[in-house]
């Protein structure tokens, strides 16, 4: 069974930072490539950063230079660090893997940015 558990959300100030974490179970990790989604209220889910088995990395443009992915393939563990964090990127943020087409999504974590 795939699970995909997040954690690492939470409140934080304009130009703070977080670090999101997806751990991982049933799956054979490394060969997978993982991504983050976030969905504010109102919107749309869309896609945060994504990163393939060979570790090659994309992103929205509203996070290049701000936002960077990261796996550890020994603790089958995707990361997000969030630097510069801005009051738009308040959402909640979902960890994602795709097998054999089937789409597995955690339960998400809040990120959420104010003063």
């Known amino acids: 069974q795939v699970q995909l558990v997040e954690s690492g959300g939470g409140l934080v100030q304009p130009g703070g930072s977080l670090r999101l974490s997806c751990a991982t179970s049933?799956?054979?990790?490394?060969?997978?490539?993982m991504a983050w989604y976030r969905q504010a209220p109102g919107q749309q889910r869309e896609l945060v950063a994504r990163?393939?088995?060979?570790?090659?990395?994309t992103y929205a443009d509203s996070v290049k230079g701000r936002f960077t992915i990261s796996r550890d393939n020994a603790k089958n563990t995707v990361y997000l660090r969030m630097n510069s964090l801005k009051p738009e990127d308040t959402a909640v943020y979902y960890c994602?893997?795709?097998?054999?087409?089937?789409?597995?999504w955690g339960q998400g974590t809040q990120v959420t940015v104010s003063s």
């Open positions: 994602n893997t795709v097998v054999y087409t089937r789409d597995y």
């Open positions: 990163i393939r088995s060979t570790g090659t990395t």
């Open positions: 049933g799956i054979i990790f490394s060969i997978y490539a």
